[in-house]
């Protein structure tokens, strides 16, 4: 295990942690423009740039500070930077390879100048900026070919230059803590893991690092084919702050598998779940109560140290977790029992 000494590793031992929710869905809410993306910089730009969320960082900085004021305000201990999408693997699709280190350093900036006023207005509940790591939109373990089940479309090595590179713009910017979230192949978390890893040792550095990994049905396995166990077993090399679950299931269906990840970790233990399932619309349709009663099931069980939300959560469906987490005490691990 590692000494749990930054800042962050001595708030979890007081109290539960509170992430944020979903960036996308506040900033849907926004109803950006091609144009509005684009703003005077990349308005003669050759690729459509709709769509791509953390350019926003750079075209639109005072809608991405606001969405993280609004989750800080809703009781959020960590917010994470909007950089979902910031490597040059996942940048490919708007042809902006060549942004991806200013993307992920303006973003971590928004972040902690938001963070910091926070934490000065109210220095007993310090805020945290985690840089969002996810998990590019190729996959180093399987097949996109179903005709080619050998070829892959992107390698290891691939991984974890692009990897690092954001690593490095996120660390640069500020961030308190490394999220590499979404894993639905630990190939690539691994891959992730190994660039952080690089850096710290380049840099002489130590910075807590939070996996979050997505089972994407009521298989209880990764995309890649893991179980909880066996996704656990792969990741645990590392001395990390946490280990959790996000996105794919809303908190009632992902509440098995955080026992079982719960049961057989030493790590504090992470969840951010989406508002229930999507519906025929691929909207997400589970209020801020309902949600609320479904995350204070894990809390009387004893499972949390981090919650939060993803895909469809909102600054209210934050507060009703942050009213109810404030009731339970944080999950004790076995280091500290």
């Known amino acids: 295990m590692t000494k749990r000494n930054s800042k962050v590793e001595i708030e979890l031992l007081k109290r539960i942690l509170i992430l944020d929710g979903a960036m996308g869905t506040m900033l849907q809410q926004y109803n950006f423009s091609e144009k509005d993306f684009r703003g005077e910089r990349?308005?003669?730009y050759p690729s459509p740039l709709k769509g791509n969320n953390d350019l926003l960082s750079i075209t639109q900085p005072k809608a991405i500070a606001e969405v993280h004021a609004k989750y800080f305000e809703a009781g959020a201990d960590i917010v994470?930077?909007?950089t979902f999408s910031g490597t040059t693997i996942a940048m490919a699709d708007y042809d902006m390879e060549d942004l991806v280190y200013e993307l992920n350093f303006e973003s971590a900036k928004i972040a902690k100048q938001v963070a910091e006023k926070f934490t000065k207005a109210n220095p007993e509940k310090p805020r945290f900026v985690a840089g969002s790591i996810g998990p590019t939109n190729k996959t180093a373990s399987l097949s996109p070919d179903v005709n080619r089940p050998e070829y892959r479309a992107i390698t290891f090595n691939e991984l974890r230059i692009a990897y690092k590179q954001q690593v490095e713009a996120l660390i640069d910017g500020g961030v308190d803590i490394l999220l590499v979230e979404t894993i639905f192949?630990?190939?690539?978390?691994?891959?992730?893991?190994f660039a952080i890893e690089e850096v710290k040792e380049e840099r002489n550095i130590d910075i807590p690092i939070m996996v979050s990994g997505t089972i994407?049905?009521?298989?209880?396995?990764?995309l890649s084919g893991q179980t909880v166990e066996a996704f656990l077993t792969s990741i645990s090399?590392?001395?990390l702050l946490s280990v959790g679950f996000n996105c794919?299931?809303?908190a009632e269906q992902l509440k098995p598998y955080l026992q079982r990840l719960s049961n057989e970790t030493e790590f504090f233990t992470s969840a951010h779940p989406n508002a229930g399932l999507p519906n025929a619309f691929g909207e997400y349709d589970?209020?801020?109560?309902?949600m609320q009663g479904f995350i204070e099931d894990y809390l009387?069980?004893?499972?949390?140290?981090?919650?939060g939300g993803c895909c469809g959560t909102s600054p209210e469906h934050i507060k009703a977790i942050a009213e109810v987490a404030q009731k339970y005490e944080p999950r004790l691990i076995q280091e500290f029992a």
């Open 300 to 307: 009387k069980d004893g499972l949390i140290n981090i919650i």
């Open 216 to 222: 994407t049905d009521a298989s209880g396995r990764t």
């Open 286 to 290: 589970e209020s801020p109560k309902q």
């Open 185 to 193: 192949d630990t190939l690539n978390a691994k891959a992730a893991l």
């Open 237 to 239: 090399h590392i001395p």
């Open 42 to 44: 990349f308005k003669d």
């Open 80 to 82: 994470e930077t909007n």
């Open 248 to 250: 794919a299931l809303g």
